[in-house]
């Protein structure tokens, strides 16, 4: 069966593959995942808050990005993202954005909805006598969250926030519609070059499952770990 | 902002000669429900037996299952499509690939395939969180009425388990649904490659992406209303 | 919408890249050009031999080297002492939006220059002429577009080529499945590996890429076209006359002089990376008579 195929594609580009392909992934999912977190926890915090409209404007944040497919998404902001900043900062034209950039804040924009509802399960897996606690005490709202709530919260959810991660790295191969060299990007620029896509698909596929698979047992074991505090 | 809108596009001749651009989108729409549906019955139908196999008391048994979930969810449903569509006819006897790549419609068929399975393994995971979330006693109280193990999953543990996941099983259709958008790369003509092809023809970018988005949105939006309505009807009364 | 929540976010990303210096008399992409010290060009994955990636997956060709003429111009017209090249990937689908948000200033490539384009972006002047036509297995016989009825043919998504053909099969009625590719490499697959019987696209493009694939001689092109051999230009933004002065006097400077013609055979007489394969396409006269008398008119019948 493998006796046309020609594995030593992947011997001769191996360099190309992991040092410009998986790092670009890699670097993606990393900013991505640490902005997704930040922007996430603060559209969870909007959602639970009492001031008026804010958890309105969460909610339809949130339902409208997760209603949308992610190449679509791609394809919007990496279109749109120079109008956006020329908006903001009330350019004279469109502020230039490069491919990282652009699918940087798409990741980041669109996961952010994503770990919005964990971060949301998260906080309000902490009992309510807690925040109580620390408003009697005379803690404002930002210290009883940075201080009390929130390290509760993320010990709580690092396992699901990690799957959720897991399945962002996943995600970044979505850019290859760009044209973008990721890992997958990189793969199938060497076999459409060569002419063996058959060889490259198949590595593609098993270096994916090998990290995927490999990250998911490790999830599973801090899962045992970590004990959710009630 | 240097860009000429123009709203009326979708009442412009596309130059498929098939209609309006609108008419093009609304192509491209039922291609998405058409390719969601076909897929989902995949889904659901390995789903649970993946998902009962990894609640059966047999080892063998629960490692298939578990094999099945971890080999789909752990590669990207993109390089999973290119798999199916690239690769597996190679690795067919000759005259059987050559019979795959020439059938009509060859995206369709293989997006289907692609995403009944990937949904599969999710749909498995669902399943087997809603047969393990149920009292103990159901499965024991069956085995007591004298049901066979089959028996047992057919008239108690599945009907109940269904009735838990329908909530989560709604989210991975709508998932599903989304998905469908990743088989543009293998030349199914859904709705984000016509919005897409829209733009080419017409350079009206944020005009086509702007309609599909909002499709899109009306789409999860009656989903969820009818998922809504199943859960009422199916409800068991009393609980 | 909800975009004054994302405001924080993409100010602090932003705030490094807007520059502040200022530059009087200058405007549109020029004045960019001065305060950033940046030009970004697009490229291309596979429009061989105009803008494609070598054997280290480096960007080079046809377009590239006059992209690199017009880079030196612009330099010495804005007295910079450093120019920084960045370099972009675009697609046949992503080039005009590209151009039209800023992202890249200059695409080089393959791109059609024609009336429909000219609404959305500009071009300089033209780099070579090509015709619509198909390339397809010589196994399968097909050598006209009517031999096409019925069958699945691919093109790449965003070109005028899989506009062209969509409407002669509505015309025709042929019925032909026209599946649409990301790219030339990818559509070329599509043939290759049995999936589409023909490629509809560019002939110069289909000839590249049928002597550089596996076996050559397997493939034939067409014996009629849809189309009147039509300019390829650089594309640029619409509505900057300023930039497009620079850009259209560094291309006529180059076409004109001695040195277009060594170039013009370094890509398409000699061998080329990335297997050193030669594609043997002497120069048209219509393209030379297009290099001695400089033109971006979109029009077939010019040239």
Redesign the interface.
Known sequence: ?FSNFDFSVILNSWRYLFFDGMAFTLTLTALAAVGGVVLGTLIAMMRLSSVPVLPQIAKVYV??MR??????VI??FY??VP?IG??IIGAE??IQVGAFSSSLITFTLFEAAYFSEIMRAGIQSIPKGQGAAASALGLTYWQSMGSVILPQAFRNMLPVLLTQTIVLF??T??V??LSITDF?GAA?KIAQRDGR??EM??F??VV??AV??IA?LLVRRLQRRVAIIR | ????WNWGIFFEQS????GSYADMLLSGLVWTIVTALCAWVIAFAVGSVIGVLRTLPSRAAQAIGNAYV??F????????M??W???L???LPESW??WL??L????FYTAVVCLGFFTASRVAEQVRAGIQALPRGQRMAGTALGLTTAQTYRYVLLPNAYRIILPPLTSEF?NNL?????A??I?L?EL??R???M???S?Q??EA?TA??II??VI??LVVAVAGLIERRVAVPGR | MRLRSLLPVLLAGLAASAGTASAQDLTGTLKKIKETGQITLGYRDSSVPFSYLDNNQKPVGFAMDICYKIVDAVKADLKLDKLEVKLNPVT??TR??LI?NGTVDLECGSTTNNV??Q??VAFTNTHFLTANRFVAKKSSGLTKFEDLKGK?V?ST??TTN??MI??Y???KKLGI?I????DHAEAF??VE???AVAFVMDDVLLASLAASSKEPTAYAISTDALSKPEPYGIML?K?DAPFKKVVDAATAAFYKSAESGPTYDKWFMKPIPPRDINLNLPMSDALKGAFAKPSDSPDPAAY
């Not at chain 2, 009509?104 to 995206?107: S, T």
């Not at chain 3, 599946?179 to 990301?182: D, N, R, W």
């Open positions: 069966m339902n409208f209603s949308l497919p992610l190449v679509l394809f919007w279109f749109l109008y020329q908006w034209r469109p996943q995600d191969s979505l290859y519609v997958l199938s896509l058959v698909y198949l593609a596929a994916y499952f995927c698979f998911s | 902002m240097n860009y000429n130059p498929e000669g098939t971890e080999l969810r752990n590669i990207p449903l993109l390089v999973q290119f798999l569509y690239f690769v006819p190679e690795m690939g050559t790549k020439q009509p419609n060859a995206p709508l989304k998905n469908t958008s990743v543009l790369t030349g003509l984000t490659a919005a897409r092809a733009q080419e023809f350079f970018v944020f992406f599909a988005t899109y949105i999860n939006l | 046949s689908a005009i939006p039209a429909d384009r609404k959305q699945t691919v998504s965003g899989i506009k969509n409407e099969n509505a015309e499945t599946l649409p590719a990301k697959l599509m590996t049995g999936r933004r509505d």
